[in-house]
């Protein structure tokens, strides 16, 4: 069946880059997205990538996909404190199916 | 312009008591979701609504029903709440071009 798959936590030094990694197993999907959760709010999107891109950058953030691999990673350089928070990985299987990750907990330590 | 509002913030119930969760958003969405969240799980489906006057089962629906009162309102119904339904509940609607999903703040719920 469908599946995402990411790490728990990740630590950081501020200022250090973070790299957030997922894997899924559905080849079919079409978009690909990173959301973000802060404590006790609803997840917010933080960037997509279309499944036919391999690249996508917006600012501090950079998507990086591997079709081949079905591995979908994110960095944020020049990581801040603000960017303490719960990462979710989801793709977009046949348009209103959403696979989400559990999730990947980043600690930026000042 | 709120985005997706969900209501209640918080809820404590008894098991075996029933309750209603609303969820409306002014982004002119077609569709809508009730997921729920659970530790180190994810979000996980319960019913969706791709547009006005039709729901689906999602991942998890059993001991839940949904009503999509316009193309606004998305409500999420437990007739009989068990502990096990004790969790923090996300009403989302989406974007039909690229299926981002705008979600709310969120309920949590406990079931005693």
């Known amino acids: 069946g469908e599946d995402v798959e990411q790490s728990l936590f990740l630590s950081v030094r501020e200022g250090d880059s973070s790299v957030i990694n997922c894997t899924y197993t559905?080849?079919?999907?079409?978009?690909l997205y990173w959301y973000k959760q802060e404590p006790g709010a609803g997840l917010q999107l933080l960037t997509y990538?279309?499944?036919?891109?391999d690249m996508k950058q917006d600012q501090r953030l950079t998507v990086l996909l591997n079709k081949k691999d079905k591995h979908l990673s994110l960095r944020i350089a020049d990581t801040q404190t603000g960017d303490s928070a719960i990462y979710f990985c989801?793709?977009?299987?046949?348009?209103?199916?959403?696979?989400f990750g559990a999730g990947t907990r980043l600690f930026v330590k000042a | 312009n709120a985005g997706v509002t969900q209501t209640p913030k918080f809820q404590v119930l008894k098991t075996g008591q029933s309750m209603t969760l609303q969820c409306a958003q002014d982004m002119n969405h077609n569709s809508m979701y009730w997921y729920r969240q659970d530790p180190g799980m994810g979000l996980r489906l319960i019913y969706y609504?791709?547009?006005?006057?039709?729901?689906d089962k999602g991942e998890v629906p059993n001991g839940y029903n949904v009503s999509r009162l316009n193309k606004r309102e998305f409500s999420l119904r437990l007739e009989s709440a068990a502990p096990s339904q004790t969790s923090v509940y996300f009403c989302?609607?989406?974007?039909?071009?690229?299926?981002?999903?705008?979600f709310g703040p969120g309920t949590r719920l406990t079931v005693t």
């Open positions: 989801a793709e977009s299987i046949g348009g209103f199916k959403t696979i």
């Open positions: 989302a609607s989406s974007d039909s071009a690229t299926y981002e999903q705008y």
């Open positions: 990538i279309f499944s036919n891109m």
């Open positions: 559905d080849s079919s999907s079409t978009y």
């Open positions: 609504s791709a547009s006005e006057g039709t729901t």
